[in-house]
């Protein structure tokens, strides 16, 4: 059973920065394609960020240069290293894992980041 851990969310000031966590159990992480959406309230579900198997990763305009997706495999686990961060970048934040052999989406709990001051 897939499962995944978010982690690292909270209140920052604008220019601040956060790196949220994310770890995957039940499936051969190292070839799954992964990344991060958020949700701001009222408003539709944004892919932010994503990462291939491979390590190619692809990101939202509004984040390039400001925000990174990485993995570690031995971990399980992938990363999302937000800088520069501002107000309109306050949402909740929801990992997901695409399963390699039957190309099932899988969540996480969701990790609130607020960026005000």
């Known amino acids: 059973q897939v499962q995944l851990v978010e982690s690292g969310g909270g209140l920052v000031q604008p220019g601040g920065s956060l790196r949220l966590s994310c770890a995957a159990s039940?499936?051969?992480?190292?070839?799954?394609?992964m990344g991060w959406y958020r949700q701001a309230p009222g408003k539709q579900r944004e892919l932010v960020a994503k990462?291939?198997?491979?390590?190619?990763?692809d990101y939202v305009d509004s984040v390039k240069g400001r925000f990174t997706i990485s993995r570690d495999n031995a971990k399980n686990t992938v990363y999302l290293q937000m800088s520069s961060l501002k107000p309109e970048d306050t949402a909740v934040y929801y990992c997901y894992l695409i399963h390699p052999r039957t190309r099932s989406r899988y969540w996480g709990q969701g990790t609130q980041v607020t960026v005000s001051s």
């Open positions: 990462i291939a198997g491979s390590g190619n990763t």
């Open positions: 039940g499936v051969i992480f190292s070839i799954a394609d």
